[in-house]
């Protein structure tokens, strides 16, 4: 892999929504691009009705991308495109769950995937789901590639809403070096704590830091689980605050060498 | 107001059609409204155009957003009931570098149908727009030419950021030539001008090369023509500060590209900063403006020519800061506003 090599991070353009697909794309092109590869971002036109799909599909396979070096492919219809070098990575609530149902997905040539970017205990192949979906995001490669280490014995503590910054500042006052992110503000509720977690940990950090806690609101029902899959966790935990709030820990490793490492994992 | 506002684009590589984009997406946002940008992958290869066009006509945004505005080429193939298109170009290979040999390469068999399907096509998805504007009046010519007599009104586009404090003109001998290193921008012939004068001025030429090769080409000919000591190749992408302090200190501009849609950014910024430009006679846009403007000298498109135009210009500070001053009155005079033009792109 050279650095003067072009590598596009390929999603489909799902316009005016939030999507945790497009900010791992996002994450990536800046972590390549830390890594001193020339990657762009790549957002594919889709129509998202069956018949649509499959016309989807169709206008991706017309687009040859022979002459970029690299395609990393997150979901549907990205996997059509042509291109000499091509890795898939699946994001978990990419357009492949909304179309697994459809046949334009089961089409696709299982031998356009590099089985060794598929989560372990997957079968390459789109027509195998839900078997092969990731369990969690960052799970992909880190541990097993020893990337998440005790690599020092700091903490991040992120507040994903203004009724847990008591809790998360108790946290963070009761560890030595504790580095807390306050993301609320105006919109935020719009977007969702998933949003806001992803937007917490894609700015610049003090790390690395031996654990994340997230603390979230109570009435948070999804937190436990995006919460750990989101921070790269091996485990997570629970905790009812006393003021209503919930907060969420897991032990990990520095969430930005770990981004690095996923990034570089997924080039063909 | 959600607007997706789409555009085609080579991959990688800047230029004026990515700034124009960003700029309609900042100013459409300052008034408030929801923006997302699609970058559309544009080609060159004649062979699987027209396949990868009517992959395009598979997407209508109608549910997804209020309007789409298209700008660079291919993005006008997507399809809106509300869909404004920006024309920047054709699919310049088949109609007016038909006959160009150089980096789109020439006409392979079979072009000349395609031309004739291309061209229809183009009428098609060009007359279910709301309205169709160009960037200048040399595209709103062009389109005239090869659709069939088509219409387009001009929307020349405003200065993409807040225009700049001109910088003082102190002369000197230095010049510089800005953007994209492709071979149609030919910067090749800025070096065989620096060969062709006797004088000591010096030229730095700054930008990404485009394909990288052309770099190693521009190397060679520097190190071949024994000039090495009077051309700076600063063959990279340069931030907004890098390329105002290179403005400041050069006495004149040149923009060499042939066949310009426009005036193109690289003049646009060479008169905010007050400094005159150069040009040649076939570059189209650039020419047309510099006429208009009265910033700067056109000369024929031979190094011996050029190299008499930079050296005239050089020799002649007080003309030179007039053409430079001249120049920045036509960008600070010149056009509409972004408020305007979003307003007009979203009527």
């Not at chain 1, 129509?47 to 169709?58: F, L």
């Not at chain 1, 030595?176 to 105006?186: F, L, N, S, V």
Request: net charge negative; aromatic share 8%.
């Amino acid at each position: 892999m050279r650095s003067s090599e072009r590598t596009y991070v390929a999603t489909a353009f799902v316009p005016f929504r939030w999507r945790r697909v497009d900010a791992v794309a996002a994450r990536l092109v800046a972590e390549l691009r830390n890594s001193g590869i020339d990657a762009e971002r790549l957002r594919l036109p889709v129509t998202m009705t069956e018949q649509g799909a499959a016309g989807s599909a169709a206008a991706a396979s017309l687009v040859n991308l022979s002459w970029a070096h690299n395609v990393i492919c997150l979901e549907f219809p990205c996997l059509h495109l042509v291109a000499d070098r091509m890795s898939a990575f699946r994001v978990r609530g990419g357009l492949d769950d909304h179309l697994l149902r459809h046949d334009v997905v089961a089409r696709t040539p299982a031998s356009r995937f590099a089985p060794d970017l598929v989560e372990p205990g997957a079968t390459a192949g789109y027509s195998s789901a839900p078997a092969w979906m990731p369990p969690g995001l960052l799970s992909i490669g880190l541990r097993d590639r020893g990337v998440i280490t005790d690599a020092a014995d700091r903490l991040l503590v992120v507040s994903l809403h203004e009724s847990c910054v008591p809790v998360a500042q108790q946290t963070a006052d009761a560890a030595p070096g504790a580095h807390m992110i306050r993301e609320h503000g105006a919109g935020v509720d719009i977007e969702g704590p998933e949003a806001r977690l992803w937007r917490a940990l894609e700015g610049p950090l003090p790390g690395p830091f031996r654990a994340v806690h997230v603390v979230v609101p109570a009435t948070d029902d999804a937190a436990p689980q995006w919460v750990p899959e989101l921070a790269g966790a091996d485990e997570a935990w629970t905790i009812v605050g006393p003021n209503g709030t919930q907060c969420v820990a897991d032990s990990t490793g520095d969430p930005r060498a770990a981004w690095s490492a996923f990034a570089s994992g997924l080039l063909p | 107001m959600k607007v997706i506002v789409a555009a085609g684009t080579p991959g990688f590589i800047g230029g004026g059609a990515a700034e124009l984009a960003f700029s309609v997406d900042r100013a459409l946002r300052a008034a408030g409204h929801e923006v997302e940008l699609l970058w559309v992958p544009s080609y060159e290869d004649t062979s699987t155009l027209l396949p990868q066009l009517a992959g395009l006509r598979v997407h209508d945004y109608s549910d997804e957003a209020d309007h789409l505005i298209a700008l660079r080429w291919p993005a006008h193939y997507l399809r809106h009931p509300r869909k404004t298109v920006w024309f920047l170009h054709e699919f310049r290979t088949l109609f007016d570098l038909a006959g160009y040999v150089g980096e789109l390469g020439s006409l392979q068999p079979g072009d000349a149908a395609r031309a004739t399907v291309l061209a229809r096509w183009e009428r098609l998805v060009l007359d279910e727009a709301r309205a169709v504007f160009s960037n200048s009046q040399v595209v709103a010519d062009r389109a005239r030419r090869s659709l069939g007599g088509f219409e387009m009104q001009v929307l020349e586009p405003p200065y993409p950021r807040e225009i700049p404090d001109p910088f003082p003109f102190a002369g000197g001998s230095h010049i510089v030539l800005l953007g994209r290193v492709a071979p149609i921008k030919r910067a090749d012939l800025a070096i065989r001008a620096v060969a062709a004068s006797p004088g000591d001025w010096t030229l730095t030429i700054a930008g990404v090369p485009d394909p990288p090769a052309f770099g190693v080409a521009l190397q060679t000919l520097v190190d071949d023509l024994g000039v090495a000591h009077r051309v700076n190749l600063r063959l990279d992408w340069i931030s907004e500060d890098e390329k105002l302090q290179l403005l400041e200190r050069s006495a004149l501009v040149l923009n060499l590209a042939f066949a310009e849609d426009s005036y193109s950014y690289v003049t646009y910024e060479g008169w905010a900063a007050g400094r005159p430009v150069i040009t040649v006679s076939d570059s189209e846009g650039i020419a047309h403006a510099i006429a208009e403007a009265g910033g700067g000298l056109i000369s024929e498109p031979d190094p011996a020519s050029l190299a008499a135009a930079i050296t005239d210009l050089l020799a002649d500070p007080v003309s030179a800061a007039a053409a430079g001053a001249a120049g920045r009155n036509w960008v600070t005079a010149h056009g509409t506003t972004w408020d305007d033009a979003t307003a007009r792109l979203l009527a």
